[in-house]
């Protein structure tokens, strides 16, 4: 935490007189980084308090990979690939692959990368869908550079299940609807920049 002026508490739920008093006083739409057993409880917390979720209890190195010089390395080079009609012709069928839980940063840092996933010597010889955290951007820059700058054509980019961050948007509060279009607003400004994203 040291790096984002930030300290680690360990509280599952979210729930405790002092965690609810630390989410009452951040920023609006602060990142909590962390997880908990129960995903949707921690969720349904942090989004109470106009807070997003990162899954980040096992990454590594986030103070190292945030701070390193992102200037000018995203070169995507291969354009997406043309899309197909939104309207199927008569008989016609189309399926979409999609691989997900792209919101999960320790799962991009380490496993999507590798052979199995991202990696795999057959990407790109299909269209593939690919969820993503926008906020890689800034969290870990050379991983973001280095699976943009290595899409092909059939590489697609999805902003993680809620944008930004995990949020459950039926819990943001009714009354705080300028903290919901906040959250959408960065999530657009950093969709913008991981190079035609949809969501």
């Not at 700058?149 to 039926?170: E, H, R």
Request: charged fraction near 15%; hydrophobic fraction near 40%; include cysteine.
């Amino acid at each position: 935490g040291i790096f984002a002026n930030a300290f680690a508490i360990s509280d599952q739920l979210l729930s405790s007189d002092f965690c609810v008093e630390v989410l009452k006083n951040m920023y609006l739409t602060s990142a909590v980084l962390g997880w908990s057993a129960s995903e949707h409880d921690f969720a349904k917390t942090a989004s109470t308090w106009s807070k997003f979720v990162h899954a980040a209890d096992y990454c590594t190195n986030l103070p190292v990979l945030s701070n390193m010089n992102n200037d000018n390395i995203f070169h995507r080079s291969a354009p997406l690939a043309s899309p197909l009609p939104l309207r199927p012709e008569a008989g016609e069928h189309h399926v979409t692959f999609v691989l997900t839980d792209g919101d999960n940063l320790q799962w991009l840092e380490t496993g999507f990368l590798g052979n199995n996933w991202y990696g795999n010597q057959n990407r790109g010889k299909f269209p593939m869908g690919w969820t993503i955290s926008p906020a890689l951007l800034e969290l870990a820059p050379i991983i973001a550079a280095h699976i943009i700058n290595t899409a092909t054509p059939n590489d697609d980019f999805i902003a993680a299940p809620s944008g930004l961050g995990y949020i459950l948007p039926s819990d943001y509060p009714q009354n705080q609807y300028p903290d919901f279009n906040l959250f959408a607003g960065l999530t657009g400004d950093f969709m913008k920049k991981f190079h035609n994203m949809t969501i």
